[in-house]
């Protein structure tokens, strides 16, 4: 009698997806890559504010320094012979320009050959009215400050409990309008609050006492109101 065929390898099912079991599997790494992409941003984002706020503290040294050297006063905003505050403190950050740009700064030029500035010094125009001081002075060179006023000794930074902005983020306005280390372009705050982090929401900010603190725009903005919570200026009264 004879016997079945048998092989020598037995029947299997071949194993595979569906079309519609595959469009399930890409449908679920779709929801799960859009849950996860704003994650990854926002954190991506703190770490940059993280180095950002680190940049000012460093910052803040070598203005300290700076100031420790020239009679303990604020370098000017930029002097009358167009030197910018960040050129003089430059020595005492060894020459490193890389620490002026902030990795938030929307307006980086990779074809530059110019080094992008993210910082600026609470100096420049006076919005406020001449019995306010800011502490880099009004510009020495250039548009000038209608009330003279020059830099703030690093006592007078100090009234408040040290709570009047030194520097701000405000990097400038578009790439091709922006500040690089060295030049007037955007060396001042001008008194403006910055917008750098949290899709322009807001900016960190260097204080006397050397603290870093972010704030939104509108919790910053200089208004004008003579009762308000200023950070900006000390009074010379």
Not at 136 to 157: A, I, N, V
């Amino acid at each position: 009698m004879n016997k079945p065929h048998t092989s020598a390898f037995p029947y299997r099912r071949i194993l595979g997806f569906t079309l519609v079991e595959l469009l399930v599997v890409i449908a679920l790494i779709a929801i799960l890559a859009a849950l996860m992409f704003p994650i990854i941003g926002n954190v991506r984002e703190k770490g940059n504010m993280t180095k950002c706020a680190s940049h000012l503290r460093v910052i803040g040294q070598a203005i300290i320094m700076w100031a420790d050297d020239n009679g303990y006063v604020y370098p000017a905003v930029n002097d009358t012979a167009g030197v910018t505050w960040d050129t003089e403190i430059l020595a005492y950050l060894g020459g490193e320009e890389s620490v002026f740009e902030c990795p938030s700064d929307p307006y980086i030029d990779l074809t530059s050959t110019n080094k992008p500035r993210s910082y600026a010094a609470n100096g420049g125009y006076n919005w406020k009215g001449c019995e306010y001081h800011y502490p880099f002075g009004g510009y020495q060179k250039g548009p000038g400050d209608s009330c003279g006023h020059l830099p703030l000794s690093l006592e007078e930074s100090q009234s408040g409990g040290g709570r009047l902005i030194i520097v701000g983020e405000r990097p400038g306005n578009a790439r091709d309008d922006r500040g690089y280390v060295g030049k007037f372009s955007f060396c001042g705050l001008d008194q403006r609050p910055g917008d750098v982090h949290k899709n322009g929401a807001g900016g960190n900010y260097l204080f006397a006492d050397m603290g870093v603190q972010y704030f939104k725009s509108k919790d910053i903005a200089l208004t004008g109101a003579t009762d308000e919570k200023d950070y900006w200026y000390h009074s010379a009264d």
